[in-house]
């Protein structure tokens, strides 16, 4: 099936934690790139480029849901997928699909050889694609860390890419008329082929009538039926990012595919590119529609293998086939991502587990041909296109960073503390009093809360809003004196907060111990240049302004929320050094955070423009 759903609760995996092709690509590519790419999350600007690929994508979907028994070439009446309050389609649903309620159109009306068919769906081009386009542009607007204009990308090279796509599917169409339909042209006719997880087409899941171009039995294969028959899975273009995902059963990795072709009664997997194929990417491709090959062999039981892998370079309109692994790769690829997920995501790894090691850069012509040759003899030819060469030492790129100890601002002398010395975890010690619990939860997780004193000094001790604490000794009660490891901090309302999660420990101090409060830090000053703006507030949905910022001893995230969003932060672009003063020590997502309260500064010490670029 096209899609496999993870269950969390049952494998115990974050699935914000899984592996992909991306990372996996990443990591191959250089360790040190996927640290600072999934770790401190140094994001990458967003060219225009990538509003390109999704409108290509998007409009090619449209069109591939469509037919032309039901729409004419200009029909407006468009087909829409219900969804659930969570924008996935709602295929446990049987109301809301559109097709259903469609009267044909008259059979003369409809193709009857490939030109025909090709005109309709170049029709349909045009109904959908200023749609698609301006859709992606708005998308691609939204992220704050863009880069470049839109008036950069051609509408017209994103039409004939897809046009070219259309080209590449109606050549499936052909081979399943000849080929009268495959296994499935009678089922299909009679209304019983219908896979788990359908073509989307407008109809729901589970749908057992006669299509209305199915025509009779022994009659010929017509081209309407072929289309009908040859329609791939892909994801439907309605529902939300990532919503159609399918997991290895052990919801440790997952992916995505673009088009699952089935007709033939075997698999053949096709990764949509809007590009022309030239470049390193094109070795990337490569190893993900193997990934792609190798998911979809976990998740049958291992007894489906692909029959086919394919890149359609939608710039040229050309086919690469990829080489397909055996099943002794497979269960290599099974083993050998098994290990790097327990190294890099059951846990949050150091940078010293991430070497610096880039692979060779490869040379592709167009249509992801090898060049000749086909890699670059200088061992660091990676590392002078990597966006990341400001800030890793294995990079000759020169780049200073701030470094600063000390600001003159406002009339005062503000002490800086360097990103990798901003502590967001303390242990600290005192006596327990106002003790709730401890109570054992059916998760195994702990709920407890209490004061914590320490001579003068008072704090509130909790469980962190997102669970997780195990760790609590048995003995504690109230006046108790107790040790609270590697716990967070922060200030509520001149209030010392001492959050606990599952990194924390409550044991009994003992008598020689010391950790007073007083000496948690929960304020802290910095200086750095913004290294990615990742949160701008829209009036909708978004409420925040979040940006990463580095110096040259690492990096933090900086976030605030409603009021406390400076004014500042409009006239604010990567590449800025700014200084954050009095902000609120923090931790998200296991990275390093310092959050703008009351009494929290931001200030604009040099513009990106005279600054030597990132």
């Not at 309709?120 to 698609?132: G, K, N, T």
């Not at 691609?140 to 017209?156: A, C, L, Y």
């Not at 296994?183 to 729901?204: H, I, N, Q, T, V």
């Not at 010392?496 to 420990?505: E, N």
């Amino acid at each position: 099936m096209p899609v496999r759903r993870a269950n969390p609760e049952v494998s115990g995996v974050d699935p914000y934690r899984r592996l992909s092709a991306s990372q996996v690509i990443t990591w191959k590519n250089c360790p040190r790139l996927w640290y600072y790419s999934y770790i401190p999350k140094l994001k990458s600007p967003l060219p225009p480029q990538i509003l390109r690929g999704n409108a290509v994508e998007d409009c090619i979907s449209r069109i591939l849901r469509e037919s032309p028994v039901l729409l004419s070439p200009s029909d407006g009446n468009l087909i829409s997928s219900p969804l659930n309050s969570d924008g996935s389609v709602s295929y446990d649903s049987e109301d809301g699909w559109a097709c259903p309620g469609f009267e044909p159109r008259p059979k003369e009306s409809w193709p009857k050889n490939r030109k025909e068919l090709h005109d309709w769906a170049l029709s349909r081009v045009d109904v959908h694609f200023d749609y698609c386009w301006n859709a992606a542009i708005k998308d691609w607007k939204s992220s704050p860390n863009r880069i470049g204009k839109s008036e950069d990308i051609d509408p017209e090279e994103g039409r004939q890419m897809i046009i070219a796509g259309i080209k590449l599917h109606l050549d499936q169409v052909e081979l399943c008329l000849n080929a009268n339909g495959g296994p499935y042209l009678e089922s299909w006719r009679k209304g019983e082929f219908r896979p788990e997880w359908p073509a989307p087409d407008g109809f729901p899941k589970k749908w057992n009538m006669p299509h209305p171009g199915a025509e009779q039995e022994l009659s010929p294969m017509s081209w309407i039926e072929s289309w009908e028959i040859s329609r791939p899975w892909f994801v439907d273009p309605d529902g939300s990012s990532f919503s159609e995902t399918t997991c290895h059963p052990d919801d440790w990795f997952q992916g995505e595919y673009d088009l699952v072709y089935r007709w033939t009664g075997g698999i053949r997997i096709v990764d949509l590119k809007a590009s022309v194929g030239k470049g390193d990417r094109s070795g990337g491709y490569l190893e993900q529609l193997r990934l792609y090959s190798w998911i979809w062999w976990e998740t049958h039981d291992r007894t489906d293998e692909v029959e086919g892998l394919e890149i359609w370079y939608l710039g040229p309109g050309t086919i690469k086939e990829v080489p397909m692994p055996d099943e002794l790769e497979m269960s290599t690829y099974n083993d050998e991502l098994g290990q790097l997920y327990q190294k890099i995501h059951s846990k949050v790894p150091e940078i010293t587990d991430c070497p610096p090691d880039p692979l060779p850069l490869r040379y592709f012509d167009i249509g992801g041909k090898p060049s000749n040759p086909a890699i670059d003899p200088d061992p660091k030819a990676r590392c002078v296109r990597c966006n990341l060469r400001g800030v890793c030492e294995n990079s000759d790129y020169e780049l200073i960073l701030p470094s600063l100890q000390r600001l003159e601002k406002f009339s005062h002398a503000w002490p800086i503390t360097a990103m990798n010395n901003i502590k967001t975890r303390h242990t600290v010690i005192g006596d327990v009093s106002e003790l709730n619990g401890p109570n054992l939860n059916s998760n195994g997780e702990i709920d407890l809360s209490f004061r914590l004193v320490d001579g003068y000094e008072r704090a509130k001790v909790k469980v962190h809003r997102f669970g997780g604490l195990k760790d609590v000794s048995r003995s504690i009660q109230n006046e108790s004196k107790v040790k609270i490891e590697n716990a967070l901090t922060s200030i509520w309302r001149s209030e010392l907060v001492i959050d606990l999660d599952s990194k924390s420990i409550v044991s009994i101090a003992k008598d020689d111990e010391s950790a007073p409060m007083i000496e948690v830090e929960t304020r802290v000053n910095v200086v750095g240049r913004i290294w990615s703006i990742n949160a701008f507030p829209d009036g909708k949905g978004v409420a925040r302004w979040s940006i990463t910022l580095v110096d040259s001893s690492g990096s933090v995230g900086v976030v605030a929320f409603k009021q406390f969003i400076p004014v500042i932060a409009a006239g604010l672009s990567r590449g800025d050094e700014i200084a954050i003063l009095n902000g609120e020590i923090g931790e998200f997502a296991g990275q390093k955070q310092v959050r703008l309260g009351p009494g929290a500064r931001v200030v604009l010490l040099k513009s990106s423009e005279d600054l030597d670029p990132f």
